[in-house]
């Protein structure tokens, strides 16, 4: 992929019209304005907007981006239809379904999305890729089931693997309450739909939620969890410091400026130096990650308040592998070290010179640490 085609749309805009790209901008923020929109509406506003528009390679962009996050054809094509009608506009919606049908033959087709329902109603989707016993993919803050893309190639040859998004993302929707034990119950949604026991693989805030979820379901057979950000320290111990990073990620936020929302929370509470965000701007998740900003605080906010027990875990015995980067920042050694303590016969993975982001930094070791433990545990 040419550089010019991981730009996010208004960059792309702005190459070539100063002013289309402005009123591009124009129509984002009064979309955000709206209200907290999940991904999959945002995205179906984006393409009517852009349909009605005329902007055929911003549509493009998005449609394609819509198909790798497991939108279907169906509501894409819906999007372009209800709000134009196709008799009244005839030739912006012909153009429109065929550059939705290009984007799916771009990507080899429809992905298989499989969806069901959690324990508040909300529909939990998961795309299913590769031949094998099941593997579930649990992805963390500012993600979606993208993130797993640069070590899904490796893992699908021996599993099928099963990628979710959690609540309010991708192929799922959200509710208007939010406590991050729903997001438990959601896990154990995804993991029960299988009838017998599967492996599970959790990054981050997901790795919380994974782990948690085995007090709930008997159906987790064996369990990676990479770097969970679970606080070892007393809550007025860093309260404040968290407190701030929230605040500031809402301000960035309430300035409808996800980018600075994502380096906040990046700087502040991972310790990510620039050159690290910099590096994270230029992945082709980074749109993706602009588009979940919003879910940054009520996240942040949760994390805060978990706390792990590990008396609630004296009875532990899901076969886990713990994964800390060894650059990692103190506070995910801490977690991990408190984990390792207290999750009986589990196993420590340090990646040599890498930190929270090995997924990406490293898609090959990360894999293959995987898989060596799957296959030996």
């Known amino acids: 992929m040419s550089d010019s085609r991981q730009k996010i749309p208004s960059e792309r805009l702005g190459d070539a019209n100063a002013d289309v790209a402005a009123n591009f901008r124009a129509m984002r923020l009064a979309i955000e304005k709206a209200g907290p929109l999940d991904y999959a509406t945002r995205e179906y506003l984006m393409l009517a907007a852009f349909a009605a528009a005329g902007y055929e390679e911003s549509f493009r962009v998005h449609a394609e981006r819509a198909v790798k996050r497991g939108l279907s054809k169906a509501a894409m094509q819906q999007a372009v239809l209800v709000p134009l009608g ?153 309260a404040a410091a968290l407190e701030a990073t929230i605040d500031e990620v809402a301000r960035h936020l309430e300035a409808n400026d996800p980018a600075s929302a994502l380096a906040a929370f990046y700087s502040r509470n991972l310790g990510m130096p620039e050159a690290e965000i910099a590096a994270l701007r230029k992945l082709p998740n980074w749109p993706a990650r602009l588009a979940l900003a919003h879910t940054l605080p009520r996240e942040l906010r949760e994390a805060r308040r978990y706390r792990f027990d590990a008396a609630r875990f004296r009875d532990y015995s899901v076969p886990t592998l713990l994964v800390l980067g060894g650059d990692s920042a103190s506070r995910h050694k801490d977690a991990t070290g408190l984990l390792h303590a207290s999750l009986a016969g589990s196993k420590l993975a340090v990646l040599a010179g890498h930190k929270h982001g090995a997924i990406d930094a490293a898609p090959q070791l990360f894999a293959a640490t995987v898989v060596d433990f799957l296959n030996r545990a």
Do not use: K
Request: proline residues 7%; hydrophobic residues 40%.
């Open 86 to 238: 196709a008799a009244t506009a005839m030739l912006p919606v012909v153009r429109a379904l065929e550059w939705i049908d290009d984007a799916f033959a771009r990507q080899g087709g429809e992905p298989a999305i499989l969806t069901l329902a959690a324990s508040d109603g909300v529909t939990i989707g998961h795309s299913r890729t590769g031949d094998g016993p099941p593997l579930v993919l649990v992805h963390g803050t500012s993600s979606e089931r993208g993130r797993w893309n640069p070590v899904v190639p490796q893992l699908e040859q021996r599993y099928t693997v099963h990628a979710m998004d959690r609540r309010g993302r991708g192929a799922s929707t959200d509710a208007a309450a939010y406590r991050i034990e729903l997001e438990f119950t959601d896990v154990t949604a995804i993991v029960d739909s299988f009838g017998a026991p599967v492996d599970v693989v959790a990054h981050s805030y997901g790795a919380i939620c994974a782990l948690e979820a085995t007090r709930i379901t008997s159906n987790i057979r064996r369990l990676v969890l990479y770097e969970p950000p679970i606080a070892t320290q007393s809550p007025s111990a860093d």
